[in-house]
């Protein structure tokens, strides 16, 4: 039996020297022991896997997430008008009618361009509202804030009695102009003031203005076209005091040329009809 048993033992082990010790009770247990280290160590990295895949889960998931829209609106504070024709508001009701614009503008995304030729649409930096409402509101508001006539209305039935005057315009571009290096503001409108009681044009003016933007960013191009509008609601409104100057029947002195309002903007056109 014993002979049997050895005889299996190196068929067994074939090539190690078959001792009793091999397969004695400590030498079961011993192997038991490490056997359950091993399965320990498994089981950590097992978890510690599973913890790293779970974070890269996440991670991808907060990277694959859209961004967010931003929306932008023009701003200003407008600035008392200075070297009025009359100190007082001229008897006048003026209406400010909600502007045209051309159809490549007419949209919530905000346009930009590398070329004359092509023109680019951000997708999540877009307009709070449409342009012809943002920049009528903000011809209304300067407007009131100038006091240069003693009523000003958006609707007809807001007014007192029918309105005297009405400014019209016509967006032509409000957009970012990006060059190599160098990115722009630049917005171009036309603003005209129609006699209502005979729907004569008493002025018109078309304005196209271009500014550097020092900072690569939509949010400060935006800024950048706020203030090319406050100088054009400046020039403009220098202009119409003459013109309602006239109509009120004053005589306009002619205005030296450091007192009109000074514009340091690069133009790209400009023209005074």
């Given at each position: 039996m014993k002979k049997h048993i050895n005889q299996t033992r190196r068929i067994v082990f074939p090539n190690r020297k078959v001792t009793d010790r091999m397969f004695g009770?400590?030498?079961?247990?011993?192997?038991?022991?490490?056997?359950?280290?091993?399965?320990?160590?498994?089981?950590?990295?097992?978890?510690?896997?599973?913890?790293?895949?779970?974070?890269?889960?996440?991670?991808?998931?907060?990277?694959?997430?859209?961004?967010?829209?931003?929306?932008?609106?023009?701003n200003y504070e407008p600035e008392p008008l200075s070297r009025r024709m009359h100190d007082a508001p001229y008897p006048f009701t003026v209406r400010v009618r909600e502007f045209d614009i051309e159809k490549a503008y007419d949209r919530y995304q905000i346009t930009y361009r590398h070329s004359p030729f092509e023109l680019r649409y951000y997708f999540y930096h877009v307009w709070a509202v449409k342009p012809t409402a943002m920049l009528t509101d903000l011809v209304h508001k300067h407007l009131v804030e100038s006091k240069l006539v003693s009523q000003v209305v958006r609707r007809l039935d807001e007014a007192l009695e029918r309105p005297d005057f009405e400014i019209r315009g016509t967006i032509e571009a409000i957009e970012e102009y990006d060059s190599d290096e160098v990115w722009f503001a630049h917005l171009a409108l036309r603003l005209k003031v129609i006699r209502l009681h005979d729907n004569r044009t008493i002025y018109l003016r078309r304005f196209d203005h271009r500014k550097q933007v020092h900072q690569r960013e939509p949010e400060f191009v935006v800024r950048e076209l706020s203030q090319i509008m406050d100088l054009i609601m400046t020039q403009a409104l220098h202009d119409i005091d003459v013109v309602l100057a006239k109509q009120y029947g004053l005589t306009a002195p002619n205005r030296r040329e450091e007192d009109s309002p000074r514009d340091d903007t690069p133009r790209i056109k400009g023209d005074y009809e």
């Amino acid at each position: 039996m014993k002979k049997h048993i050895n005889q299996t033992r190196r068929i067994v082990f074939p090539n190690r020297k078959v001792t009793d010790r091999m397969f004695g009770p400590h030498r079961i247990i011993e192997q038991f022991k490490r056997t359950s280290s091993l399965v320990s160590a498994a089981m950590t990295i097992n978890r510690f896997g599973r913890v790293i895949i779970a974070a890269m889960v996440l991670f991808l998931v907060e990277c694959s997430a859209p961004p967010t829209k931003k929306l932008y609106m023009l701003n200003y504070e407008p600035e008392p008008l200075s070297r009025r024709m009359h100190d007082a508001p001229y008897p006048f009701t003026v209406r400010v009618r909600e502007f045209d614009i051309e159809k490549a503008y007419d949209r919530y995304q905000i346009t930009y361009r590398h070329s004359p030729f092509e023109l680019r649409y951000y997708f999540y930096h877009v307009w709070a509202v449409k342009p012809t409402a943002m920049l009528t509101d903000l011809v209304h508001k300067h407007l009131v804030e100038s006091k240069l006539v003693s009523q000003v209305v958006r609707r007809l039935d807001e007014a007192l009695e029918r309105p005297d005057f009405e400014i019209r315009g016509t967006i032509e571009a409000i957009e970012e102009y990006d060059s190599d290096e160098v990115w722009f503001a630049h917005l171009a409108l036309r603003l005209k003031v129609i006699r209502l009681h005979d729907n004569r044009t008493i002025y018109l003016r078309r304005f196209d203005h271009r500014k550097q933007v020092h900072q690569r960013e939509p949010e400060f191009v935006v800024r950048e076209l706020s203030q090319i509008m406050d100088l054009i609601m400046t020039q403009a409104l220098h202009d119409i005091d003459v013109v309602l100057a006239k109509q009120y029947g004053l005589t306009a002195p002619n205005r030296r040329e450091e007192d009109s309002p000074r514009d340091d903007t690069p133009r790209i056109k400009g023209d005074y009809e």
